[in-house]
């Protein structure tokens, strides 16, 4: 970046930092807020959830990903070389959520239930070189013992026994990541398991999903080194009349057990938001983890964009004053593209909306509405819509020593030449 381009946008910062001081809000304090959101990234977006587990394998579980863009990585090495590079272009110090699929087991095949922790010192080695925490988790599908579209579930208790040790396995490589790395590791359990017809007894698998779950978290673990999830679905392909893990499942289930809720965006009705369930959850639960998408058909799993969705998920983290409270994850795989782009996108435009969010005069609005004033209240809200946000945007970026605006592209473009089109 020239010096030119560098003076302009701190000129413009400026100007932006003194409209928004008009209206008693820090621009320099909501950039330091922001800086200590640590987004978790989704490995998966790398090689289109295809893992490194040996053998050939089809992706299953109502899981698909589109496109067949060149450059998708093929081992370990190749796509923590792809996050490297995504990491760079993006402002703050962020985490990696792996799946469990992505063990590294050499030639060897290792059953998923057997899986242990020096399986994953590649990614410990390597995640404390670059100052990254570590989320994890369980792989249930794209598996043999998936394939009825039963896991944690099923009715056939070895199928159920198989799974639940998996999960077990998964837990304690949570905790090995959260004890080496020095931060909690999330480990988010999701199945797919479900009818495409309607079921006559939709109570008995819930039953043994609840059974499974506690014989799962049955042994306890230090919080500080792992943190338990659970993630709900509406349907999924396969399960469009019955997802044993309903939405009110999983509610009842995290906040009798004191376990963290996630919600992904992808995973309501077309018509509902995430957003406005935060705060309702947040007065039951300790913590939640959100899953970032955007669904163009319902869970489509689409790259994150600067949408009104992703904004009102962004309001609602700041103007809920859970920061602290709140884990931010990525998930979506979309192989149309060049997969780094889409990773540094999606995480781009999260941490904008993040920081719109922050830029908000929210104890100003919140005055307003105790008062019983909506006839400003709304005026407000619509003032700041124009206000300066990109202005502060840069300036961050700028700070962070990360690219500013379609500078990031060019960097990308340039490893595609160099790097994913030798692939």
């Known amino acids: ?84 590079l995504t990491y760079s272009l993006i402002p703050g110090d962020h985490r990696l959520s792996l799946h469990a699929m992505y063990a590294e087991t050499g030639s060897r095949r290792v059953e998923r239930d057997a899986l242990l922790p020096e399986y994953f010192t590649g990614w410990v080695d390597w995640a404390r070189e670059q100052h990254h925490g570590l989320d994890f988790n369980p792989s249930l599908f794209s598996h043999p013992l998936a394939a009825s579209g039963f896991t944690l579930s099923s009715y056939d208790e070895r199928t159920r026994r198989f799974w639940v040790d998996h999960c077990i396995a998964c837990r304690k490589i949570g905790a090995y990541f959260g004890r080496e790395l020095g931060t909690a590791c999330v480990t988010n359990i999701w199945i797919p398991d479900g009818y495409k017809d309607t079921p006559v007894d939709r109570s008995a698998p819930r039953r043994l999903l609840e059974q499974s779950l506690d014989r799962i978290l049955e042994e306890k673990i230090d919080p500080h080194l792992n943190l338990d999830a659970v993630e709900p679905k509406l349907f999924g392909l396969g399960s469009e009349s019955y997802v044993t893990g309903s939405h009110e499942f999983y509610i009842g289930y995290a906040q009798s057990r004191g376990i963290l809720l996630t919600l992904d965006s992808g995973h309501f009705h077309p018509t509902e938001t995430i957003a406005d369930k935060i705060s309702a959850l947040l007065l039951f639960l300790d913590q939640l983890l959100l899953h970032v998408s955007r669904g163009v058909r319902w869970d489509s799993d689409h790259v994150v964009v600067f949408n009104d969705d992703l904004q009102a998920i962004a309001l609602e983290v700041v103007r809920s004053r859970a920061l602290d409270r709140i884990h931010i994850g990525l998930d979506y795989f979309d192989a149309s ?48 819509k124009a206000l300066p946000a990109s202005a502060v945007w840069e300036h961050y970026c700028l700070g962070q020593n990360v690219p500013v605006g379609m500078a990031a592209m060019d960097a990308i473009r340039e490893y595609e030449q160099r790097v994913l089109l030798n692939r």
């Not at 996108?345 to 993040?354: D, P, Q």
């Not at 909506?374 to 003032?383: D, G, M, N, P, V």
């Open 337 to 384: 593209i060049n997969r780094i782009a889409a990773w540094t996108i999606g995480a781009r435009s999260t941490l904008r909306a993040l920081l719109v969010a922050l830029l908000e005069p929210t104890e100003r609005l919140r005055e307003l509405e105790v008062a019983g004033d909506f006839t400003r209240r709304l005026a407000l809200e619509e003032e700041v």
């Open 1 to 84: 970046m020239s010096q030119s381009d560098e003076e302009r946008i701190r000129a413009a910062y400026r100007l932006a930092k003194e409209r928004y001081a008009e209206l008693g809000v820090d621009t320099d304090r909501a950039m330091d807020a922001l800086s200590k959101i640590a987004l978790s990234l989704h490995c998966w977006q790398g090689d289109d959830l295809a893992g490194f587990e040996a053998g050939d394998k089809q992706l299953g579980g109502g899981l698909a990903t589109t496109g067949n863009y060149p450059g998708k990585a093929r081992n370990a090495s190749e796509l923590r070389a792809d996050l490297d």
